[in-house]
Nanobody, 127 residues
C-alpha cells in the first residue's frame, strides 16, 4: 500500500515562492507517473504538473515558467517549486501517483481518475 504525505504549504504574498514536498512510502516505484493537483473551493480538481518514470515532465499552461516539478532518483520524494505565486494559485495541493506503469501520454494527460494514490493535501494561500 502506498502512502503519500505532502508538506511545504503555507501563506505567502503575491510574487512569493513555496516548495511543496511529497514523501512516498510503502510499495513505491520510480517508474510510476506522479503528479501534483490542486483544488480551490467550489472548483474541480485540476492537474498542475506531472512527471513520468523517465523524468519527462508536463506543466499546466498557467504554471509554465513559474512552477517546476521534480523528484529524487529513488522516486520516493516529489517536489513542486512554485515561484511568482498569484492569488489564483490559492488552493489545496495534492500529490498523487498512478498505481501502474502507463504510457507517457497517460501521465501527460493528468486525468485525476488515472491516479489511484492520493495524499491528504497541503494548503497554499496567496494573498
Amino acid at each position: 500500500h502506498v502512502q503519500l504525505v505532502e508538506s511545504g504549504g503555507g501563506s505567502v504574498q503575491p510574487g512569493g515562492s513555496l516548495r511543496l514536498t511529497c514523501g512516498a512510502s510503502g510499495h513505491t516505484y520510480s517508474s510510476n507517473c506522479m503528479g501534483w493537483f490542486r483544488q480551490a473551493p467550489g472548483k474541480e480538481r485540476e492537474g498542475v504538473a506531472a512527471i513520468d518514470g523517465g523524468g519527462n515532465t508536463v506543466l499546466a499552461n498557467s504554471m509554465k515558467g513559474r512552477f517546476t516539478i521534480s523528484k529524487d532518483n529513488a522516486g520516493n520524494t516529489l517536489y513542486l517549486q512554485m515561484n511568482s505565486l498569484k492569488p489564483e494559485d490559492t488552493a489545496m495541493y495534492y500529490c498523487a501517483m498512478v498505481p501502474v506503469v502507463v504510457v507517457p501520454a497517460t501521465c501527460v494527460a493528468m486525468m485525476p481518475r488515472d491516479f489511484g494514490y492520493w495524499g491528504q493535501g497541503t494548503q497554499v494561500t496567496v494573498s
